[in-house]
């Protein structure tokens, strides 16, 4: 029997001395790639990119709502000759709108991917960063049901990636 309340009391102090040398955080990342100053530059880039062509693009839809406000119009009035090639014209930048509007949102999608795949490289860098000053032994993120504040470290790693370059 005294066996036993050694061996009980030996694992007691063995599993608080343990718990009391483990350093453990958590990391909220779709909150850093929200908040981060790097999506913010990176939001900014994507814009000043692609702002020509989207501005392009509205001006070809404007164009073809003339043009099918002006075949409503005048429809009754034209020659058949007149209205068929206009309907013909009207079908055709249709078509090319279509075109370059899914080629924008392709080539939209490639460079937010691109920004994004950066973006977590860079917060992988700062957690690990962190990890390494703050001498964590374990940095959680996805998944977590529940972490207190004591161990969220997210704060933190949003402070590294502002003083990051």
Same mark, same amino acid.
């Given at each position: 029997?005294?066996?036993?309340?050694? +061996? &009980?009391?030996?694992?007691?102090? @063995?599993?608080?001395?343990?718990?009391?040398?483990?350093?453990?955080?958590?990391? %909220?990342?779709? =909150? =850093?790639? #929200? %908040? #981060?100053?790097?999506?913010?530059?990176?939001?900014? /880039? &994507?814009?000043? $990119? +692609?702002?020509?062509?989207?501005?392009?693009?509205?001006?070809?839809?404007?164009?073809?709502?003339?043009?099918?406000?002006?075949?409503? /119009?005048?429809? &009754?009035?034209? @020659?058949?000759? $007149?209205?068929?090639?206009?309907? /013909?014209?009207?079908?055709?930048?249709?078509?090319?709108?279509?075109?370059? !509007?899914? $080629? +924008?949102?392709?080539? +939209?999608?490639?460079?937010?991917?691109?920004? &994004?795949?950066?973006? !977590?490289?860079?917060?992988?860098?700062?957690?690990? @960063?962190?990890?390494?000053?703050?001498?964590?032994? =374990?940095?959680?993120?996805?998944?977590?049901?529940?972490?207190?504040?004591?161990?969220?470290? @997210?704060?933190?790693?949003?402070?590294?990636?502002?003083?990051?370059?």
């Amino acid at each position: 029997m005294l066996k036993k309340i050694v +061996f &009980l009391i030996g694992l007691v102090l @063995t599993s608080q001395v343990v718990h009391a040398e483990i350093k453990i955080g958590v990391v %909220n990342i779709p =909150l =850093l790639m #929200a %908040n #981060a100053p790097q999506a913010a530059e990176a939001k900014k /880039r &994507l814009e000043k $990119e +692609f702002s020509p062509k989207d501005k392009q693009l509205l001006a070809q839809q404007k164009s073809i709502k003339k043009l099918e406000e002006k075949l409503a /119009r005048d429809g &009754l009035t034209m @020659t058949e000759t $007149e209205k068929r090639k206009l309907e /013909r014209s009207i079908i055709s930048k249709r078509r090319e709108a279509q075109r370059a !509007q899914q $080629e +924008f949102k392709e080539d +939209f999608s490639i460079r937010r991917n691109e920004e &994004l795949g950066k973006m !977590q490289n860079r917060i992988i860098e700062a957690v690990k @960063t962190l990890a390494k000053e703050g001498n964590y032994d =374990l940095l959680l993120t996805e998944g977590v049901i529940h972490a207190s504040t004591a161990v969220d470290v @997210t704060s933190k790693v949003q402070a590294k990636l502002a003083s990051m370059p």
